[in-house]
């Protein structure tokens, strides 16, 4: 189950925030392969003055970003997913938002599997009951 966390800088805009959540979980479960239905995304929005990169407010910059953190179970994904989600989410927001500033970033997290989980069930449980869970 990925877990993401967006923050957009700027005011809200309801449009953008519904394209960049489709972005981000049309990306992360082509690249990461993950499921959309377990993908889950929390969208925060920050103040341009209010988010700084070397000291200066994005306003100072004249500049847009954004922060994508996912959560994923450790061991899920290789090291050359990992490079092509950062590409690709980086392009999306770029096409998305545009005028970004070249900070705005991507946090991937590795979470083991018995920390993580949903409906009280951690996803290393899930992995050794895989056939109560995953049925065919």
């Not at 005011?11 to 394209?19: A, H, I, R, Y």
């Not at 998305?96 to 989980?117: E, F």
């Amino acid at each position: 189950m990925p877990g993401i966390t967006l923050t957009l800088s700027g005011s809200k805009n309801q449009t953008l925030t519904k394209e960049c959540v489709l972005l981000a979980t049309r990306i992360t479960c082509d690249v990461l392969n993950k499921n959309s239905f377990e993908t889950m995304v929390i969208v925060r929005h920050v103040d341009d003055e209010d988010w700084f990169i070397d000291g200066k407010s994005l306003a100072e910059w004249g500049k847009n970003s954004f922060r994508l953190e996912v959560t994923v179970v450790d061991e899920t994904c290789s090291k050359d997913q990992k490079a092509a989600y950062q590409k690709a989410i980086y392009n999306a927001m770029e096409q998305a938002i545009g005028n970004l500033h070249p900070q705005s970033n991507v946090h991937i997290i590795d979470c083991k599997a018995a920390s993580y989980g949903y409906t009280g069930i951690t996803q290393e449980y899930r992995y050794q009951h895989k056939d109560e869970f995953y049925k065919k």
